[in-house]
């Protein structure tokens, strides 16, 4: 008893972190609808700051000085990002700024390595608790009993912030109707730079306080980000009581889970995370979100089949490509085909995405399911390349058919959350059957046969698969199907009103796409000979995320440029230097920030400016012109 006393202790000191970084985020998402990936960074960064600063001023004053220092340093800096680089895109999908914190947190793994170096830095004993206090026999160190006290403080002074100050009361309607207080006639720009500025305040805090538990490196930024997030879903976006309750109960699973549970103590949280989204969509302590009030859909041009002479340049562009083994060497066709692969990949997103209005943290997950059913045919039933290729897609399949049944029933973040709580026990369940998938060790020999096995065959393949996806994908845009699609999309109410039924359309949208994943996730099987649990990780969803992104959400063909620029940009940036993710990350941010419509996005809107301009009586209204 004495021992699960002690691990009970030891799960409320790890929350106490969880639940600061957790707290900053859920206030920033609550306010300004920010997707902050880079929230991890700031919170790597306070580590950084603050072992710099401690090391420095010696004593007490020096240490806990140091702790305070860092954290208000990273929370200027955070201001500054928000002004500098957030404040420009705000009008922007919302999503594109997610994709500039993205590249806001490859600039900065980048430079802490530059700065600190690639080792691990172990902080000094915080003075005061640095000895160890016996429970029953059991020895816990001070330092953790502190925090267990701190958090219960830090709880209460936020919540008299939030409750009994006019801020708080600003934030806390923000949270959730932020339209309604921007009528009201309340500065947001500011309103937001200061919430943000208290979210990072709070991860670099959490941060700051890690050093005398644990060591410092250059991963801790993904290591926090995910549980982050599912802390705030679970606890309810912008409920700070919510965020303590969460960051608890996952503390204590993650404490708990390695002893009573060790065959699935990985998943368990994210299956606790999919349980709450389904039995309460908004969390535990959340409320309802405000139905947004512009009408769907102004933002974009309305979408058209391609004319003739765009068929004819389509097809052009697929020559060249199909004449590129003429003209290059070996591994420039193994890029190629790479880069076909991840094309297909984007368009299955984009196509999720685009056309459904439904954004997937997790589709990684039908990628690698793909891969693993090539896997599984071809080792252990010992079929041929071509049937593997036709069958393994169908675990894809099955998995987004399984998962979707429950994802489309949420909207919103939400849905964005419970995709990736199921990408998260999928790629746990191949890391943990070491049985079945060879855990970490993964499952190698998938070369292709003698037909396929040449880089200039496998490329013309890829590039194949790559057309008939795309178009496929593309006529169901335009086809009956994807009308459907979009109307639920823009209007749920009205298209249920004509007799749509918007959630079986969202589930089939779904289940295609997570099978053209599934396709993409075959191919590159082959392609690397070899499948691992990466194929289905969250760093694979956000590549994937950046793709569409950066070629234009609100395009039909924008995935396909994403995805060429994003991966012959990164291979060509690994190989030339060892900053390529801090160029990588400042080239994603001058993008967003100079072209917020995305690659193709911008395209169009020039090829639009140098149209002939209609007279004032011509022209129809926005909402006749938008879908």
């Given amino acids: 008893m004495a021992f699960y006393f002690v691990q009970f202790l030891t799960g409320l000191a790890s929350a106490a972190s969880l639940f600061l970084v957790a707290s900053g985020l859920s206030i920033i998402f609550g306010v300004t609808r920010i997707v902050n990936f880079a929230h991890g960074a700031f919170y790597m960064l306070g580590g950084y700051v603050a072992f710099t600063l401690t090391e420095r001023f010696s004593g007490a004053i020096g240490f806990w000085g140091g702790i305070v220092a860092a954290s208000l340093i990273i929370a200027a800096v955070g201001a500054l990002v928000e002004m500098v680089l957030l404040r420009r895109i705000y009008h922007a999908p919302e999503l594109f700024q997610l994709l500039a914190t993205f590249g806001l947190t490859l600039m900065v793994e980048d430079l802490v390595v530059l700065i600190w170096g690639p080792g691990e830095l172990l902080g000094r004993r915080a003075p005061g608790f640095r000895g160890a206090v016996d429970f029953f026999g059991q020895n816990i160190p001070a330092y953790d009993l502190f925090l267990i006290g701190l958090s219960p403080v830090v709880l209460a002074v936020l919540w008299l912030m939030f409750q009994r100050t006019r801020w708080g009361v600003l934030v806390r309607a923000a949270t959730q109707d932020r339209d309604m207080v921007a009528a009201l006639g309340v500065n947001q720009k500011w309103l937001f730079t200061s919430v943000f500025a208290v979210g990072v305040f709070l991860a670099a805090l959490g941060g700051a306080l890690q050093i005398p538990r644990d060591a410092i490196h250059h991963a801790m930024d993904l290591r926090i980000i995910v549980e982050v997030f599912v802390v705030v879903v679970i606890g309810g976006l912008g409920s700070i009581v919510g965020a303590f309750v969460a960051a608890v109960l996952v503390s204590e699973l993650n404490a708990f889970g390695i002893l009573i549970f060790p065959k699935i103590s990985i998943i368990l949280v994210f299956l606790v995370m999919a349980a709450v989204l389904i039995a309460r969509p908004w969390g535990l302590f959340g409320k309802r979100e405000a139905a947004a009030r512009r009408t769907p859909g ?263 440029a994403g995805a060429i620029v994003y991966k012959a940009l990164n291979i060509w940036l690994v190989s030339k230097t060892d900053l390529s993710k801090l160029v990588l990350g400042a080239v994603i941010v001058l993008i967003v920030v100079a072209f917020p419509k995305g690659i193709v996005g911008m395209l169009e809107t020039i090829r639009n400016r140098r149209r002939p301009q209609l007279p004032n009586a011509l022209v129809p209204s926005g909402i006749e012109t938008a879908e």
Wanted: charged fraction near 10%; aromatic fraction near 12%; hydrophobic fraction near 60%.
């Fill in 298 to 560: 102004l933002t974009i041009n309305p979408w058209r089949p391609l004319n003739s002479a765009e068929r004819l340049a389509a097809a052009a562009v697929l020559l060249v490509a199909a004449a590129l083994p003429l003209a290059v060497g070996n591994y420039a066709l193994s890029v190629g085909s790479e880069i076909a692969i991840f094309a297909i990949f984007a368009a299955s997103l984009h196509f999720l995405m685009s056309v459904g209005g439904l954004v997937s943290f997790g589709h990684a997950a039908y990628f690698g399911l793909g891969a693993y059913g090539v896997a599984f045919l071809a080792k252990l039933a010992g079929l041929p390349m071509l049937a593997c290729l036709l069958l393994g897609p169908l675990l894809g399949f099955f998995g987004a058919a399984l998962f979707g049944f429950f994802a489309v029933q949420l909207s919103g973040v939400y849905f964005a959350m419970l995709t990736l709580a199921f990408a998260q026990i999928v790629w746990s369940i191949a890391f943990q059957w070491v049985e079945v998938t060879g855990g970490d060790n993964g499952i190698l020999g998938v070369w292709p046969e003698r037909w396929a096995a040449s880089p200039a065959h496998f490329y013309l393949l890829s590039v194949g698969v790559a057309a008939l996806a795309i178009s496929a994908l593309r006529v169901m845009v335009f086809s009956p199907f994807g009308y459907a699609l979009r109307a639920t999309r823009d209007s749920p109410l009205r298209s249920e009103a004509i007799g749509i039924d918007g959630k079986r359309v969202q589930w089939t949208a779904f289940v295609i796409a997570g099978t053209v994943a599934g396709v993409a996730g075959a191919l590159f099987a082959y392609l690397k000979g070899s499948v691992f649990p990466d194929d289905l990780g969250i760093s694979l969803s956000v590549d994937a995320l950046v793709m569409v992104l950066l070629g234009g959400v609100e395009t039909v063909s924008g995935a396909v």
